[in-house]
């Protein structure tokens, strides 16, 4: 069975601060694409940023990176200069290409950013 | 551009009833996928469609039903409600197949449904 796990339940941090999620995934494929989503309490699943598998890159946008270690199945991701707007339910997600694209999960990770 | 509209966002029903829950995705995506959100099971994928297809069904019980019809709005129906199936219900619309991975999905704000 393909599963994601993020193994940090909540996490807080002050505002400016550099935070790192951690998520991790369990997988025979090697084509497929991972996702980190946002869900800020207005409930909305927000795309924060994606990867493709064969992309040895990690992907970047604006303050949000990831390091991405295929050999690993890891898929962190980091958010630089923390923002009170960054406080959300964040999830890892991935997605095989054989099932249609379809989505498969972690648990996700509270994110507090404090004053 | 307007974003992906679920209908209604809160909803209370009893057990044994049923619930019909809509979703209007965005302009020109024809993919509709539902999801359902609890504390304890976290993210579940229960179906998708794509032109009024069922291209994939998730690991649920057949009470879960759905449809896609010809402007891509798709209904989610669930009969014979258990208090089990209090969750939010999300709904999310892509453009189709290999464009999934470029943009990702794009999801309404859910319904949330509370069964007592």
């Known amino acids: 069975a393909q599963t994601v796990t993020q193994s940090q339940p909540e996490m807080s941090v002050q505002e400016a601060e550099t935070v790192t999620l951690s998520c991790t995934y369990d997988t025979s494929e090697s084509n497929y694409y991972l996702f980190w989503y946002k869900q800020p309490p207005s409930r909305q699943m927000i795309l924060v940023i994606r990867?493709?598998?064969?992309k040895q890159q990690n992907a970047t946008e604006n303050r949000f990176s990831v390091n991405f270690q295929k050999a690993a199945k890891s898929f962190s991701l980091k958010i630089s200069d923390s923002q009170l707007g960054d406080t959300a339910m964040y999830f890892c997600a991935f997605s095989p290409m054989d099932s249609n694209y379809q989505l498969i999960w972690g648990a996700g990770t509270k994110l507090i950013i404090k004053p | 551009k307007a974003g992906v509209t679920q209908t209604p966002r809160y909803l209370i029903k009893t057990r044994g009833q049923q619930v019909t829950l809509s979703c209007s995705p965005i302009s020109g995506h024809r993919s509709v996928s539902w999801y359902q959100q609890t504390p304890g099971q976290g993210l579940q994928f229960l179906f998708e469609y794509f032109s009024e297809t069922q291209r994939n069904k998730g690991n649920f019980p057949g009470r879960f039903s759905g449809r896609q019809f010809s402007n891509s709005r798709s209904e989610m129906n669930v009969s014979t409600l258990e208090l089990g199936d209090s969750a939010l219900y999300l709904c999310a619309s892509s453009v189709f197949g290999q464009a999934v991975a470029n943009y990702g999905y794009t999801f309404g704000s859910g319904t949330r449904l509370t069964v007592v």
């Open positions: 990867q493709e598998a064969y």
